[in-house]
């Protein structure tokens, strides 16, 4: 099992531009979630989903949107990309039931 | 949600047993007790998680005293490699509801000296 992969790894992105980050998991979890990380915070969350065609809002989800059409990948995406969305981007899935999240190894992103 | 305060950062020596305390006064009756641990440049990793008392894993020890205010994770005798930022969560996911109710915080960075 691969378990969370998320692609890309890095990308540099001009202000104004879009673009998806996309989050695909093979174990079946029915939650996903994206979360933020800037230099020297915890992380935030960003958008999640409970399930297969659901999303909803996390902490700071300005900005941003998600789609959740299949039960495996959840994306993210970004409209028009600011320099305040220069960040590592994580995304998790888990099973539920107080079961722990599983990461991905992030997608570092800036933005000129 | 319960908040979490643990210390922003800790030293050890190598081989030393290091306690990394979280304190959760308000933690709620449903509420489980998580720790997180984060490499530079990856993303976090389950350690361990409790409700009361004792837990331990092949990794670790987590102590949960009676009143479940604070939590403390125990790495035994740790080496280089166990430098990393450790994040304390408290929550509860309800039913089948998922984590998404768990914050995390800055953590606790903890630096292993040779």
Redesign the interface.
Known sequence: NAGVTQTPKFRVLKTGQSMTLLCAQDMNHEYMYWYRQDPGMGLRLIHYSVGEGTTAKGEVPDGYNVSRLKKQNFLLGLESAAPSQTSVYFCASEQGNNQPQHFGDGTRLSIL | LAKTTQPISMDSYEGQEVNITCSHNNIATND?I?W?QQFP??????II?GYKTKVTNEVASLFIPADRKSSTLSLPRVSLSDTAVY?CLVG??GS?????QL?????TKLSVIP
Do not use: L
């Open positions: 489980y998580t997180y440049s990856q993303g976090p990793r389950f998680q994040y509860d996911e089948g509801a998922g984590s998404y914050t995390f915080g800055k953590g």
